[in-house]
């Protein structure tokens, strides 16, 4: 999955459950300011963007640590550092 499909699809929401509109806005701007001034490509700037939202305390009061800290693993594991390798299997039996 692209780093802009697991935030709109995963962590946008996740956060508008528990943080409403207003302060989901304001978490992900912190949270993308880090992403345009990380160095590297999409995926590390992404990792980036999930360590920023880890530090912000008002997740971590919110969350707890260990909640933060799972929920962002989690969501690191949907956009894998390294591309994953696609097999296509086509029948030629025809």
Wanted: hydrophobic content about 35%; overall charge negative.
């Amino acid at each position: 999955m692209d780093p802009e499909t697991c935030i709109e699809e995963h962590i946008e929401p996740a956060l508008l459950r528990d943080f409403g509109l207003s302060e989901t806005k304001s978490l992900l701007a912190t949270a993308t300011l880090a992403y345009v001034t990380a160095g590297g490509g999409k995926i590390r700037r992404y990792r980036a963007f999930l360590d920023s939202l880890a530090a912000n305390e008002r997740l971590l009061r919110k969350w707890g640590p260990e909640r933060v800290s799972r929920q962002c693993e989690e969501w690191k594991d949907l956009v894998p550092l390294e591309p994953q390798p696609v097999v296509v299997i086509k029948d030629t039996s025809s």
